[in-house]
Protein backbone atom coordinates (compact mmCIF):
# COMPACT_ATOMS: atom_id res chain seq x y z
CA UNK A 1 0.00 0.00 0.00
CA UNK A 2 1.10 3.42 -0.74
CA UNK A 3 2.01 6.06 1.88
CA UNK A 4 -0.30 9.06 1.81
CA UNK A 5 1.38 12.31 1.93
CA UNK A 6 -0.59 15.03 4.00
CA UNK A 7 0.46 18.86 3.93
CA UNK A 8 -1.47 21.12 6.78
CA UNK A 9 -3.06 23.81 4.96
CA UNK A 10 -3.93 26.92 6.99
CA UNK A 11 -7.73 27.06 7.35
CA UNK A 12 -7.82 30.25 5.57
CA UNK A 13 -6.40 29.25 2.88
CA UNK A 14 -8.31 25.62 2.97
CA UNK A 15 -11.43 27.60 2.80
CA UNK A 16 -10.00 29.80 -0.31
CA UNK A 17 -9.49 26.94 -2.14
CA UNK A 18 -12.51 24.65 -1.72
CA UNK A 19 -14.48 27.93 -1.94
CA UNK A 20 -13.09 28.09 -5.52
CA UNK A 21 -13.57 24.58 -6.47
CA UNK A 22 -17.48 24.91 -5.11
CA UNK A 23 -17.84 27.47 -7.95
CA UNK A 24 -16.35 25.21 -10.14
CA UNK A 25 -18.47 22.76 -9.39
CA UNK A 26 -21.46 24.44 -9.93
CA UNK A 27 -20.12 26.06 -13.17
CA UNK A 28 -20.43 21.98 -14.57
CA UNK A 29 -23.69 21.66 -13.26
CA UNK A 30 -24.38 24.95 -15.39
CA UNK A 31 -22.96 23.33 -18.30
CA UNK A 32 -25.18 20.54 -17.69
CA UNK A 33 -28.09 22.10 -17.35
CA UNK A 34 -26.80 23.76 -20.96
CA UNK A 35 -26.71 20.22 -22.46
CA UNK A 36 -29.74 19.35 -21.11
CA UNK A 37 -31.78 22.79 -22.66
CA UNK A 38 -29.68 22.58 -26.01
CA UNK A 39 -27.68 25.01 -25.90
CA UNK A 40 -25.96 26.74 -28.16
CA UNK A 41 -22.37 24.46 -28.38
CA UNK A 42 -20.36 27.64 -28.72
CA UNK A 43 -22.31 28.64 -25.49
CA UNK A 44 -21.01 25.39 -24.00
CA UNK A 45 -17.34 25.36 -25.25
CA UNK A 46 -16.84 28.87 -23.39
CA UNK A 47 -18.14 27.71 -20.53
CA UNK A 48 -15.48 24.42 -21.04
CA UNK A 49 -13.32 26.95 -21.39
CA UNK A 50 -13.70 28.90 -18.57
CA UNK A 51 -13.73 25.86 -16.06
CA UNK A 52 -10.24 24.34 -17.83
CA UNK A 53 -8.98 27.65 -16.95
CA UNK A 54 -10.09 27.83 -13.36
CA UNK A 55 -8.93 24.57 -12.52
CA UNK A 56 -5.69 25.65 -14.18
CA UNK A 57 -5.54 28.20 -11.48
CA UNK A 58 -6.43 26.24 -8.65
CA UNK A 59 -3.47 23.80 -9.57
CA UNK A 60 -1.07 26.36 -10.22
CA UNK A 61 -1.55 27.89 -6.67
CA UNK A 62 -1.20 24.58 -4.96
CA UNK A 63 1.69 24.17 -6.80
CA UNK A 64 3.15 27.51 -5.47
CA UNK A 65 2.55 26.52 -2.03
CA UNK A 66 4.03 23.52 -2.86
CA UNK A 67 7.43 25.02 -3.96
CA UNK A 68 7.64 27.59 -1.19
CA UNK A 69 6.99 25.40 1.25
CA UNK A 70 7.26 21.14 0.93
CA UNK A 71 9.93 21.40 -1.50
CA UNK A 72 11.79 24.36 0.41
CA UNK A 73 11.73 22.37 3.45
CA UNK A 74 12.97 19.30 1.53
CA UNK A 75 16.11 21.00 0.26
CA UNK A 76 16.70 22.44 3.43
CA UNK A 77 16.36 18.66 4.84
CA UNK A 78 18.73 17.34 2.57
CA UNK A 79 15.75 15.36 0.20
CA UNK A 80 15.90 18.09 -2.33
CA UNK A 81 16.23 16.05 -5.55
CA UNK A 82 13.61 13.57 -4.61
CA UNK A 83 11.04 16.19 -4.02
CA UNK A 84 12.06 18.17 -7.28
CA UNK A 85 11.88 15.36 -9.06
CA UNK A 86 8.19 14.04 -8.06
CA UNK A 87 7.36 18.01 -8.45
CA UNK A 88 8.88 17.68 -12.15
CA UNK A 89 6.79 14.69 -12.91
CA UNK A 90 3.48 15.59 -11.82
CA UNK A 91 4.15 18.99 -13.62
CA UNK A 92 4.82 17.80 -16.94
CA UNK A 93 1.22 15.48 -16.02
CA UNK A 94 -0.25 18.77 -15.09
CA UNK A 95 1.26 20.67 -18.69
CA UNK A 96 -0.36 17.92 -20.77
CA UNK A 97 -3.37 19.88 -22.03
Same mark, same amino acid.
Given at each position: ?? *??? @?? +??? $??? %? &??????? %????? /????? /???? =?? =????? $?? @?? /?? !? #?? *? !??? +??????? &??? +?????? &?? #??? !?? =??? #? !??? *? @?? #?? @?? /??? %??
Amino acid at each position: ME *EVK @LT +HRP $DNE %K &TKILNRL %KRIEG /QVRGI /QKMV =DE =DRYCV $DI @LV /QI !S #AI *E !SAL +HNVGLGI &TEK +HMKHCV &TD #AVK !SG =DGD #A !SID *E @LM #AV @LK /QFS %KR
